[in-house]
Nanobody, 123 residues
Framework: QVQLVESGGGMVQPGGSLRLSCAAS????????MDWYRQAPAKQREWVARITSGGSTNYEDSVKGRFTISRDNAKNTMYLQMNSLKPEDTAVYYC?????????????????WGQGTQVTVSS
């Protein structure tokens, strides 16, 4: 199986920065696109950013210019550098990864989720 573990969350003042990490482990044959999502209290989970296996990136409009997504394929790890944080960025941040593993000689591609890491932006 495959496990995703996020880290790097915490509490920061408005205007501050945090760097989130998402490490994938397990029976990984090939890593595909990886995404960050977030869910604020009483709100639906929303997509934040995506990075493909080739390094192409996309961002939700409210984080463009403030957040940077990156990945280290050798370490099966994705990052989210968050700068100029605002109170409205407060949420639990989740990573999602498309991973191909080999089961019984057959490649199987599935989506996996991490457990989430809390980011709180408050003065």
């Amino acid at each position: 199986q495959v496990q995703l573990v996020e880290s790097g969350g915490g509490m920061v003042q408005p205007g501050g920065s945090l760097r989130l990490s998402c490490a994938a482990s397990g029976s990984i044959f090939r890593g595909g696109a990886m995404d960050w999502y977030r869910q604020a209290p009483a709100k639906q989970r929303e997509w934040v950013a995506r990075i493909t296996s080739g390094g192409s990136t996309n961002y939700e409009d409210s984080v463009k210019g403030r957040f940077t997504i990156s990945r280290d394929n050798a370490k099966n790890t994705m990052y989210l550098q968050m700068n100029s944080l605002k109170p409205e960025d407060t949420a639990v941040y989740y990573c999602n990864a498309e991973v191909t593993r080999i089961a019984g000689g057959i490649p199987i591609t599935s989506d996996y989720w991490g457990q989430g890491t809390q980011v709180t932006v408050s003065s």
